[in-house]
């Protein structure tokens, strides 16, 4: 298990943690979730002793990093950039089993489950961004760790490897072993973790089971179609449930009623339906609706309020060359952004 109790961070006036507090348990793949510049990375590292927290703890099993047995306990892929690229995959490894005291035997092990046995031998500064990731990936479970912490492991990977990667979580976490794992890839991090922590700004937002999140932060309600769609409106509305009409899609939405609840309904009225579905919001709206606050980074439509000026155009007046100042120091690119990570 690992335990974060008030971890703060601060880079000068920039508070990039804000007593950070939550756990992540085994026996589950924990989704780590934050729009940019929330403060995911440096949670991260402090997690991993790579950078040092201002105030406030990390445990992990009741232990800091530091005090745990190498790579035998806790195996992480923050960049998988990281390995030295005039060394090929076997000996990148084969260089942290060493240092770790892990048999050479594991080196293939891990090369093969990761799928780059065939390119052994080939120095990592020439794979592709699927290969590295690959690479890291097998790094992080050379140990045979009872944790692992990933951070974008998708990233660069082919259907194949999502896929691959997602099975190997889940399945690790059903032996027990804690997993941690951070991405922008809502739709994958909706098919792959179990529990959500979110956060903001460096603050907790949520702590919460996957489904729970979703319908906690997001609108559920069924969706109504029929040929005989003003008297399925009489029908509802004797029955004491409001419904909305959507002209649009000539449907009819209602709030409150379960799915089957609405077919028994309109079947004892001889109501033909056309379409009778429950509509689930996905996790994207979710998070976007949760954390709709603390998005620092703001993209805008051209043309829309906020959006930069095309290149040697002035932004507050297209007519005006850029060149030509009307504003005092302060002002420009350098205000837009609030903080990073």
């Known amino acids: 298990m690992i335990e974060l109790e008030g971890l703060t961070k601060r880079f000068g006036a920039k508070t990039a943690v804000d007593h950070l507090s939550f756990q992540v348990r085994p026996g589950v793949v924990t989704g780590f979730l934050g729009p940019n510049g929330a403060g995911k990375s440096t949670t991260m590292r402090m997690m991993l002793d790579l950078d040092n927290p201002t105030s406030g703890t990390v445990r992990i099993d009741g232990k800091h990093y530091r005090d745990l047995p190498e790579l035998k306990y806790i195996g992480a892929l923050l960049d998988a950039k990281a390995m030295h690229g ?27 489950l990761v799928g780059l046995t065939a390119v052994a031998k080939k120095k990592s500064k020439g794979f592709s961004l699927g290969m590295g990731q690959r690479l890291g990936i097998a790094a992080a479970l050379l140990g045979d760790p009872e944790i692992l912490m990933f951070d974008e492991p998708v990233n660069g990977l082919d259907p194949e490897g999502i896929l691959w990667i997602r099975n190997l979580m889940k399945g690790m976490a059903a032996e027990g072993r804690t997993i941690f794992v951070s991405s922008h890839l809502m739709s994958e991090m909706a098919l792959t973790a179990d529990h959500l922590v979110v956060i903001g700004q460096g603050k907790l937002l949520a702590d ?98 906020g959006t930069p000026a095309p290149p040697g155009m002035a932004a507050d007046n297209p007519a005006r060359p850029a060149d030509v100042p009307a504003w005092g120091a302060g002002s420009g690119f350098e205000a837009q952004r609030k903080g990073g990570e």
Do not use: W
């Open 208 to 305: 919460l089971p996957m489904a729970d999140f979703i319908q906690q932060n997001s609108r559920s309600y069924v969706r109504l179609r029929s040929p005989q769609q003003e008297r399925l409106k009489d029908v509802l509305h004797d029955s004491g449930i409001d419904a909305i009409s959507v002209p649009a899609t000539g449907t009819l939405e209602i709030d409150g009623a379960s799915a089957e609840q609405l077919g028994e309904l309109a079947a004892q009225h001889q109501i033909v339906l056309h379409e009778l579905s429950p509509q689930r919001a996905s996790l994207e709206e979710a998070f976007m609706r949760m954390t709709a606050d603390s998005v620092e980074y703001h993209a805008h439509a051209p043309g829309a309020p």
């Open 86 to 112: 005039g060394r090929n995959a076997y000996n990148n490894l084969l260089c942290l089993a060493q240092s770790n005291r892990i048999p050479e035997q594991r080196v293939a092990e891990v090369l093969d």
